[in-house]
C-alpha cells in the first residue's frame, strides 16, 4: 500500500510556471507507476502525465506535450510535474496517483491516489 501526498499548487498568471511534488510513503515506491491527473470543476478527470517504474518513457496528454514534464526520484519517494506555459484551461484539482501494473491513461486502473492540490491560472 502507498499513500500519496501532493504539494506546490497556486494561483499563477498565464504563461507563468509551476512545480508540482507527490511525496510517496512506503519502501516499495519504485514498485509503482506513477500518474498525473486533474479535474476542472463540472469535468470529468482527464490524464495528464505518467512514467514508469525506472523513470524512462514518460507518457503526456496531448494538451500539455511540450509544455509539462513529469519526473521521478525513487530514493526520495517523489514524483514531480513541471508545469510551463500554463493556460487558463490548465485550472484545476490536479492529483498524483499509482498502480502496480503497467502505464495506462485510464484513472479508473489507478489504486492509489492523492488528495489533490489546486492550480488556478489567472488570464
Known amino acids: 500500500q502507498v499513500q500519496l501526498v501532493e504539494s506546490g499548487g497556486g494561483l499563477v498568471q498565464a504563461g507563468g510556471s509551476l512545480r508540482l511534488s507527490c511525496a510517496a510513503s512506503?519502501?516499495?515506491?519504485?514498485?509503482?507507476?506513477m500518474g498525473w491527473f486533474r479535474q476542472a470543476p463540472g469535468k470529468e478527470r482527464e490524464f495528464v502525465a505518467a512514467?514508469?517504474?525506472?523513470?524512462?518513457?514518460?507518457y503526456y496528454a496531448d494538451s500539455v506535450k511540450g509544455r509539462f514534464t513529469i519526473s521521478r526520484d525513487n530514493a526520495k519517494n517523489t514524483v514531480a510535474l513541471e508545469m510551463n506555459s500554463l493556460k487558463p484551461e490548465d485550472t484545476a484539482v490536479y492529483y498524483c496517483?499509482?498502480?502496480?501494473?503497467?502505464?495506462?491513461?485510464?484513472?479508473?486502473?489507478?489504486?492509489?491516489w492523492g488528495q489533490g492540490t489546486q492550480v488556478t491560472v489567472s488570464s
Open positions: 512514467i514508469s517504474r525506472g523513470g524512462g518513457s514518460p
Open positions: 496517483a499509482a498502480r502496480k501494473e503497467g502505464v495506462t491513461t485510464l484513472p479508473s486502473e489507478y489504486k492509489y
Open positions: 512506503g519502501r516499495t515506491f519504485s514498485a509503482y507507476v
